[in-house]
């Protein structure tokens, strides 16, 4: 049945385009739609930790030996899909407040439930926001990029994970400021999460009754004759989350008001010109499972045995990445690497939960150190139609465990031996742009 609701919501959105584009041709007031159609056909030497069918790798799964000691996970697999294929509606809308207003809508097949047959091919919203333009400010509101995900400087891999665990990656509704003064562009960000969420949702965020809250300072140059283009900035952010709004001790519950928060700092830079374009970018974060990053918070002690209250400890996290690609008129070759590192917390960990004594997962990889990945890629374009062939290498070095079966690694999270585990996928795939 949803496949069949969003063949109807596409062809509703079609029919709207050229009725709107019909009732004002003139001003060219209306949508016009674009997008691609893309399939992906992979193979990964081990079982993944993944999202959405292995579509979204993040890492390779850790050993899982059996009752003979082999190890379950390092069986292969592969898949076939064309859930990433996309729908972008541009919008144009007349002036208002003496701004020029236009917006986007967006969305894909690739579904936000995670379980087989929950929402298999769901067509689920991206981008959706509109945007009033002056001479020197702008204002965005809607769903768009998270402020750490830089939309010139990201990694332009043809994996579906856009370079995730290692780049941010986050869609989230917002308020987005721009002001730019020649060469120089400053963004003040409040927004809150949708499908890219804290654990167990985005309901921890609204509970702290304040949206996360970023800022970007960017320098750029751009050459349109020479095709050169610099562009380099930095920024942060903070967030607060409130785990709970109750504990309970027995039968008897009390008010949870302690929250947690994390820090956030990124810098990147980017060079292109008509033959290449080097990119690079690093981040330091707390708490940045929202991220689709390694990291999260624990729980650092019970303040309170009568009530069961907790305290939090956030996660750090350290990532870079960086991206070389020679282009050229029809093939492109490209590598790609980053490196990330599980930093543990500044305070003593109890244990890995939201709720005392429970089970919900509240950090990504745990039990990771550390982890690394290369990818080189080959596309050929002819026309509107691109032809991809991608590898990706990585490497999780994972928490050694020692006779009794404890992973090995200090109070405050930090690892301090470990076992290192690799999946290499081979991605081919077949993109059709109109």
Known sequence: MKTVHAAAVVLILLSTNAHLIAQD?????GIAFSGFVKSDFFFDTRQTVNIREGHFLLYPAAENPDANGKDINAASSFNFLSIQ???TGSITAPDAFGAAVSGVIEA??????NAAFVDANGFRLRHAYARMKWANTELLLGQYWHALFIPRCFSDVISFNTGAPFQPFSRNPQIRFTYKADAVSFTAVAASQRDFASPGGSASLRNAALPSVHALLQVEDRNAETKREFLAGAGGGYSALRPLLQTEKGTSKFVADETVG?????????WRTADYAFKVQGLYGQNVFDLTMLGGYAVSSITDSATNAVAYAPLKTLSLWSEFILTGASVQFALWGGYTKNLGADDPIAFYSNKVNGTDATVRGPDIQSMWRVSPRVVYTSGKTSLALETEYTSAAYAAKDAGGKLLRDANGVI?????????????????RF
Do not use: C, H, W
């Open 25 to 29: 041709q003139n001003k060219n007031f």
């Open 85 to 87: 294929t996309r729908l």
């Open 108 to 113: 894909d097949f690739f579904g936000n439930e």
């Open 262 to 270: 994390g820090m956030t700092a990124t810098a990147f830079a980017l």
């Open 416 to 432: 301090t031996e470990t076992t290192p585990v690799a999946n290499l996928r081979v991605l081919f795939a077949v993109i059709l």
